[in-house]
T-cell receptor, first 112, second 110 residues
Framework: KAGVTQTPRYLIKTRGQQVTLSCSPI?????VSWYQQTPGQGLQFLFE???????NKGNFPGRFSGRQFSNSRSEMNVSTLELGDSALYLC???????????FGPGTRLTVT | GEDVEQSLFLSVREGDSSVINCTYT??????LYWYKQEPGAGLQLLTY???NMDMKQDQRLTVLLNKKDKHLSLRIADTQTGDSAIYFC??????????WGAGTKLIIKP
């Protein structure tokens, strides 16, 4: 069974631009969560989607948004990029009601 | 708010046991996890424990949970060079939203 895939793996953007990251969960997994990892703040929860609905949201500004499609694939969008948005963005998927979350390799975003 | 704490570094000799410790503050934690991250890679789920358990063993890994002290540990028996990585402790509530520690970098000495 294929693991969680994230595209693109690397991205370089300029301040003020916007970016969309994609995550394809493990087949059959309907819950997708997004996390931001930075050296300064560590791993922080962004949001979680289940059946196309956002169920949980972390403490991030409204510039960070996401959505989930009917095939459980998820995208996250960051608008008006700031230097501090440079991070590794990780996506995790899980079966409904299960504790195990499986992570993709991440998208490394660099904002210049 | 909830907090998870771990020491930043642990150095052990190859072949010895490694014990990585973690403390958390949220008494309503439902699950506690250990993840491994190798350089340039994503997070690999090593094991997790339900909060009503006090021990879980899986091959070379042993997880101990002291719920009264809110203390979680991961023991890796016969530590190998391939175990070099950053180990993250995390806890979640019934919504499975993960709160993470800062990670412990495990350094293996030959």
């Amino acid at each position: 069974k294929a693991g969680v895939t994230q595209t693109p793996r690397y991205l370089i953007k300029t301040r003020g631009q916007q970016v969309t990251l994609s995550c394809s969960p493990i087949s059959g997994h309907r819950s997708v969560s997004w996390y931001q990892q930075t050296p300064g703040q560590g791993l922080q929860f962004l949001f979680e989607y289940f059946s196309e609905t956002q169920r949980n949201k972390g403490n991030f500004p409204g510039r960070f948004s996401g959505r989930q499609f009917s095939n459980s694939r998820s995208e996250m969008n960051v608008s008006t990029l700031e230097l501090g948005d440079s991070a590794l963005y990780l996506c995790a998927s899980s079966l409904a009601g299960q504790a195990e979350q499986y992570f993709g390799p991440g998208t490394r975003l660099t904002v210049t | 708010g909830e907090d998870v704490e771990q020491s930043l570094f642990l150095s052990v000799r190859e072949g010895d046991s490694s014990v990585i410790n973690c403390t958390y503050t949220d008494s309503s934690s439902t699950y506690l996890y250990w993840y491994k991250q190798e350089p340039g890679a994503g997070l690999q789920l090593l094991t997790y424990i339900f909060s009503n358990m006090d021990m879980k063993q899986d091959q070379r890994l042993t997880v101990l949970l002291n719920k009264k002290d809110k203390h979680l540990s991961l023991r890796i028996a016969d530590t190998q060079t391939g175990d070099s990585a950053i180990y993250f402790c995390a806890e979640s509530d019934s919504n499975y939203q993960l709160i993470w520690g800062a990670g412990t970098k495990l350094i293996i000495k030959p």
